[in-house]
C-alpha cells in the first residue's frame, strides 16, 4: 500500500517561503512511471494542482505559480519536497502531496491523484 | 486552461435515490479524459473515476461515469450513507491540470 506523509512548518510569514516535503512508503519517487505532485486547498475551497515531478526529475508546475514554486526530490530518502517562495494570506491553504497514477497507450491514457497524503495546514501569517 | 464548471453546487437527496452530478468543460475534453473524486470533511480527496470510465480500487459499482465533449456526469445510482461528500472532477487532457468547484451531496 502507497503511503504519502508531508512534514514541513505550519506557520509562514508573508513573502518567506513555503517549505514542504513529502515521504514516501510503498513505492519509488526514482523509478516506475508514476508522477509525484503538490495539491492544495484553500479554506472552505476547491482544489489546486500546483504542480509535479515526473521519476526522470522533470517537472511541471501550473503555470499562475511558476515563478515561486520549485518541486524537488531527494532519491535517497524517497521524498519530493516543495517550495514556494514569497508567500502571502492568499497561499494559506490545505497543501497534499499525491501520486499520480499515469498511464499512456494507443489505446488509453490517464493521469489519475490515487493516493493522497493526510494534509497539511499551512498558514501565512505575521 | 481548462475551466470546470460544476453543477449542482449542492444536491440535497434521501438514501437510496439516484444522484446525478454534472461536469462541464470550457473545451472539449478529448476522448473523456476526465476523473471524478469524492472528499469528505476533514479528509483528503479520493479517487472514484478515472479513464474515463475504470474505477479505482475499492470503488463500488454504484458510481459511474459518463460523457463526451464537454458534458460530463457521475452517477450514484443509489446514495448509501458513505455517499454523502463533496464530489469533483479533474481533467487531465492538458496542462494545467484542473478541477471543478465542486458538488456537495446532502442528505436531504
Known amino acids: 500500500q502507497v503511503q504519502l506523509q508531508e512534514s514541513g512548518p505550519g506557520l509562514v510569514k508573508p513573502s518567506e517561503t513555503l517549505s514542504l516535503t513529502c515521504t514516501v512508503s510503498?513505492?519509488?519517487?526514482?523509478?516506475?512511471?508514476?508522477?509525484w505532485s503538490w495539491i492544495r486547498q484553500a479554506p472552505g475551497k476547491g482544489l489546486e494542482w500546483i504542480g509535479y515531478?515526473?521519476?526522470?526529475?522533470?517537472?511541471t508546475y501550473h503555470p499562475s505559480l511558476k515563478t515561486r514554486v520549485n518541486i524537488s526530490r531527494d532519491k535517497s530518502k524517497n521524498q519530493f519536497s516543495l517550495r514556494l517562495t514569497s508567500v502571502t494570506a492568499a497561499d494559506t491553504a490545505m497543501y497534499y502531496c499525491?501520486?499520480?497514477?499515469?498511464?499512456?497507450?494507443?489505446?488509453?491514457?490517464?493521469?489519475?491523484?490515487?493516493?493522497w497524503s493526510q494534509g497539511t495546514l499551512v498558514t501565512v501569517s505575521s | 486552461e481548462i475551466v470546470l464548471t460544476q453543477s449542482p453546487g449542492t444536491l440535497s437527496l434521501s438514501l437510496g435515490e439516484r444522484a446525478t452530478l454534472s461536469c462541464r468543460a470550457s473545451q472539449s475534453v478529448s476522448s473523456g479524459y476526465l476523473g471524478w473524486y469524492q472528499q469528505k470533511p476533514g479528509q483528503a480527496p479520493r479517487l472514484l473515476i478515472y479513464g474515463p470510465s475504470k474505477r479505482a480500487a475499492g470503488v463500488p459499482d454504484r458510481f459511474s461515469a459518463s460523457g463526451s465533449g464537454t458534458d460530463f456526469t457521475l452517477t450514484i445510482t443509489r446514495l448509501e450513507p458513505e455517499d454523502f461528500a463533496v464530489y469533483y472532477c479533474?481533467?487531465?487532457?492538458?496542462?494545467?491540470?484542473?478541477f471543478g468547484g465542486g458538488t456537495k451531496v446532502e442528505i436531504k
Open positions: 515531478i515526473y521519476v526522470s526529475g522533470s517537472t
Open positions: 499525491a501520486r499520480v497514477l499515469y498511464h499512456f497507450d494507443t489505446t488509453s491514457y490517464y493521469q489519475a491523484f490515487d493516493f
Open positions: 479533474q481533467q487531465y487532457v492538458s496542462s494545467p491540470l484542473t
Open positions: 510503498g513505492d519509488s519517487v526514482s523509478s516506475g512511471n508514476n508522477y
